[in-house]
């Protein structure tokens, strides 16, 4: 069974700053997605970022991009000049590409960020 | 507004009744999840449909749950006989084929037993 591990339970940084989001991940797939969701308070949960595992090249979204470290199977998020608005809990997932396709979820980061 | 719709958003209940939730998916998306989310923690992996197949169920979805999906469109997720720990956010969430991989989520449906 695959299984997510984020050790950060919350952080809070300054606005315009650069935070980064740790996640670890185990299983014994070669061929998955990883997966950062945001999800605001009281609001739906919304992809942020997607890596493929097959692709070397970390993955970049604007002010989000990954640190994929296939062998240590870590998975890292940073937000570049951060805004109020990133304000949010944040899930790493994982989801294999055969069967069901289900996401097992992170424990989730609180992320804040002050004016 | 075409997103993954979810109803009722808020349903506080007692312990023993029985609760309906309603996911209205992304039109033509033929995948559909439920997940658990309980107060700071991840959500978790209930059930999903391919069109009107319920193909996957988790150890998670005891006896007194029960998802269907008539028609391959709308689905419902009902509770039986509440218990307090049922008291969680339930959320649905619709995909469109296997390629890209990510989920469209609704806002979710709020339960609390009292």
């Known amino acids: 069974a695959q299984t997510v591990t984020q050790s950060q339970p919350e952080m809070s940084v300054q606005e315009a700053e650069t935070v980064t989001l740790s996640c670890t991940y185990d299983t014994s797939e070669s061929n998955y997605y990883l997966f950062w969701y945001k999800q605001p308070p009281s609001r739906q949960m919304i992809l942020v970022i997607r890596?493929?595992?097959?692709?070397?090249q970390n993955a970049t979204e604007n002010r989000f991009s990954v640190n994929f470290q296939k062998a240590a199977k870590s998975f890292s998020l940073k937000i570049s000049d951060s805004q109020l608005g990133d304000t949010a809990m944040y899930f790493c997932a994982f989801m294999t590409r055969q069967g069901a396709q289900k996401l097992v979820f992170g424990q989730g980061t609180r992320l804040t960020i002050n004016p | 507004d075409t997103g993954v719709s979810q109803n009722p958003r808020h349903k506080i209940t007692k312990r023993g009744q029985n609760v309906t939730f309603r996911c209205d998916p992304i039109s033509e998306h033929n995948r559909l999840y439920w997940y658990r989310q309980t107060l700071g923690q991840g959500p978790e992996f209930l059930t999903y449909f391919q069109n009107e197949a319920q193909l996957e169920k988790s150890r998670l979805l005891s006896d007194r749950f029960s998802a269907e999906r008539p028609k391959g469109s709308f689905s419902t997720l009902e509770i039986q006989r509440t218990e307090q720990g049922d008291s969680a956010m339930y959320l649905c969430?619709?995909?469109?084929?296997?390629?890209?991989?990510?989920?469209?989520f609704g806002e979710g449906s709020r339960l609390t037993v009292l």
């Open positions: 969430a619709s995909v469109p084929d296997r390629a890209s991989g990510e989920l469209f």
């Open positions: 890596q493929e595992a097959y692709k070397q």
